[in-house]
Nanobody, 129 residues
């Protein structure tokens, strides 16, 4: 059974940094991708960044390109989202999701939504002074 556990959210001032973690378990191989999605109150869910576990290829939404960096530690089955130069508009609940790379690509996963229904519990990120 696939499980995803997020951590690392919190309150940060504009211009600050946070690192989110998503620990994944239950996959039988590394041919899968982890995506970071966020949803602010009253807004549509947005795919922020997606990363392939097998080859590390990534996709970033234009809204975070140059500020956010996704990385993976395959030994720990953990994906990180380093968020720098945070803005108030980055405030949202951040979720990680997983999808088999047999079903999608990193870009499709982020732009069109995950095919599978594997989601973490979400972590709140608040950017405010």
């Amino acid at each position: 059974q696939v499980q995803l556990v997020e951590s690392g959210g919190g309150l940060v001032q504009p211009g600050g940094s946070l690192r989110l973690s998503c620990a994944a378990s239950g996959f039988s191989s590394d041919y899968y991708a982890i995506g970071w999605f966020r949803q602010a109150p009253g807004k549509e869910r947005e795919g922020v960044s997606c990363i392939s576990i097998s080859d590390g290829s990534t996709y970033y939404a234009d809204s975070v390109k140059g500020r956010f960096t996704a990385s993976r530690d395959n030994a720990k089955n953990t994906v990180y989202l380093q968020m720098n130069s945070l803005k108030p508009e980055d405030t949202a609940v951040y979720y990680c999701a997983a999808d088999s790379m047999y079903l999608t690509t990193v870009q499709a996963m982020c732009v069109m939504s995950p095919v599978s229904d594997y989601w973490g519990q979400g972590t709140q990120v608040t950017v405010s002074s």
